[in-house]
T-cell receptor
Framework: GAGVSQSPRYKVAKRGQDVALRCDPISGHVSLFWYQQALGQGPEFLTYFQNEAQLDKSGLPSDRFFAERPEGSVSTLKIQRTQQEDSAVYLC???????????????FGPGTRLTVL | GQQLNQSPQSMFIQEGEDVSMNCTSSSIFNTWLWYKQDPGEGPVLLIALYKAGELTSNGRLTAQFGITRKDSFLNISASIPSDVGIYFCAGLRPFQGAQKLVFGQGTRLTINP
């Protein structure tokens, strides 16, 4: 498909377990973003990549959260030693260009719903 | 994390009615965006606003970027069943660098046929 894809769509983890969430952006998109969406809330920014460089990780809630995009395309968000408060939908978005341009729309994937028991 | 103040939180309307929702902030934004999110999907962009005072339409949707750059509203005219969903405002601050969106809490729209 031509859109942003994420896998798995659903993940159930036991507290303390490590998880890895994958994002396949739209081909050719330079920028990639991760957002966390708690139940009943709007998405909150986690981190941003421009190609393979992680330029902003100010939204990562703790050092248990780690994201990478080693080849500038697919990205993985890893959460170590998951806690119940990590339960949320994790959204990935990509955009064509870098920088602040008026036409730089972010296209969102369907998200991964993480439930930590 | 900081979010925009979006209201109302939910709306229950009859099909055919007009809808209005708004977003406010104590901080200035230089871009306002309105998204719609369906269950199990990511947000989809509806309208983007780039200048203070700008009024933009997209079919039955109309949105405005407040003159103070601290607020925006979205109107939907003659609502239809497929308008059901959650609507989010989002903003970008000046000198933010990358497009680090700040979202509102959402307005859940329910339509009675």
């Amino acid at each position: 498909g031509a859109g942003v894809s994420q896998s798995p769509r659903y993940k159930v983890a036991k507290r303390g377990q490590d998880v890895a969430l994958r994002c396949d952006p739209i081909s050719g998109h330079v920028s990639l973003f991760w957002y966390q969406q708690a139940l009943g809330q709007g998405p909150e920014f986690l981190t941003y990549f421009q190609n393979e460089a992680q330029l902003d990780k100010s939204g990562l809630p703790s050092d248990r959260f780690f994201a990478e995009r080693p080849e500038g395309s697919v990205s993985t968000l890893k959460i170590q030693r998951t806690q119940q408060e990590d339960s949320a939908v994790y959204l990935c978005a990509s955009s064509l260009e870098r920088g602040l341009t008026s036409s730089n729309e972010q296209f969102f994937g369907p998200g991964t719903r993480l439930t930590v028991l | 994390g900081q979010q925009l103040n979006q209201s109302p939180q939910s709306m229950f309307i009859q099909e055919g009615e007009d809808v209005s929702m708004n977003c406010t902030s104590s901080s200035i934004f230089n871009t306002w965006l309105w998204y719609k999110q369906d269950p199990g999907e990511g947000p989809v962009l509806l309208i983007a606003l780039y200048k203070a005072g700008e009024l933009t339409s997209n079919g039955r949707l109309t949105a405005q970027f407040g003159i103070t750059r601290k607020d925006s509203f979205l109107n939907i005219s003659a609502s239809i069943p497929s308008d059901v969903g959650i609507y989010f405002c989002a903003g970008l601050r000046p000198f933010q660098g990358a497009q680090k969106l700040v979202f509102g809490q959402g307005t859940r729209l329910t339509i009675n046929p």
